[in-house]
Nanobody
Framework: QVQLVESGGGLVQAGGSLKLSCVLS????????MGWFRQAPGKEREFVAV????????HYTDSVKGRFTISRDNARNTVSLQMDSLKPEDTGVYYC????????????????????WGRGTQVTVSS
């Protein structure tokens, strides 16, 4: 049974930083591509960032490029999302997701391929 647990959310002023972490348990972490998605109030869940199983491929949604950095530590079964220069429009619940079907260097930006999801962590950016 794969479990994903996110942490690191909170309230921050615009321009500030937060680091989200997600720990995967129950399976071998390195066999999963890992993604972050977010959902703002009244909006659909959207892709934020993804990192391949090998860690060599990353992809970001345009609105966070240059501000967010995704990374993974296979030894600690952890994927992180460093979020800098936060904006009010970054507010939402952030979800960690695992894709077991990705090849070593491929990534998916749609939610469909992800077969495991965490419960989410709230990020609120005040103006």
């Amino acid at each position: 049974q794969v479990q994903l647990v996110e942490s690191g959310g909170g309230l921050v002023q615009a321009g500030g930083s937060l680091k989200l972490s997600c720990v995967l348990s129950g399976r071998t972490f390195s066999t999963y591509a890992m993604g972050w998605f977010r959902q703002a109030p009244g909006k659909e869940r959207e892709f934020v960032a993804v990192i391949s199983r090998s860690g060599t491929t990353t992809h970001y949604t345009d609105s966070v490029k240059g501000r967010f950095t995704i990374s993974r530590d296979n030894a600690r079964n952890t994927v992180s999302l460093q979020m800098d220069s936060l904006k009010p429009e970054d507010t939402g619940v952030y979800y960690c997701a695992a894709d077991s079907r990705a090849s070593q260097n491929s990534v998916a930006v749609a939610a469909g391929p992800y077969n495991y999801w965490g419960r989410g962590t709230q990020v609120t950016v005040s103006s």
